[in-house]
Nanobody, 129 residues
Framework: VQLQASGGGLVQAGGSLRLSCAAS????????MGWFRQAPGKERDFVAA????????YHADSVKGRFTISRDNAKNTVYLQMNSLKPEDTAVYYC???????????????????????WGQGTLVTVSS
């Protein structure tokens, strides 16, 4: 299984970016997909997740109302639309996936790195003030 994240870049505060995560090696539509981020010198933090069916989404409080996770199962791709970006959003963004097909978890589990077995290489988002 390979996850390829893309779409990062340099943007001014208040701007928007859309990150993509393309999965290969299996049908991603059967798996939970998530986005995490890691700023320099900090731990990797949860950003957003989407259930395998796409029926449920989860967003960190710090990004609610600004970021939206979605998936296009026909394209085996998950997106993170990021609006109203702030300098504190600057980080390397990683997409990730669990390994249990068509599995529904309790809500809190989606926020934990331990749920996710497969990780992409990361894409850098830099927000200038």
């Amino acid at each position: 299984v390979q996850l390829q994240a893309s779409g990062g870049g340099l943007v001014q505060a208040g701007g928007s970016l859309r990150l993509s995560c393309a999965a290969s090696g299996r049908t991603s539509s059967s798996y939970v997909m998530g986005w995490f981020r890691q700023a320099p010198g900090k731990e990797r933090d949860f950003v957003a997740a989407i259930s395998w069916s796409g029926g449920s989404t989860y967003h960190a409080d710090s990004v609610k109302g600004r970021f939206t996770i979605s998936r296009d199962n026909a394209k085996n791709t998950v997106y993170l639309q990021m609006n109203s970006l702030k300098p504190e959003d600057t980080a390397v963004y990683y997409c990730a996936s669990d390994s249990r097909p068509k599995t529904t978890y309790t809500g809190a589990m989606y926020y934990a790195t331990s749920l996710y077995e497969y990780w992409g290489q990361g894409t850098l988002v830099t927000v200038s003030s």
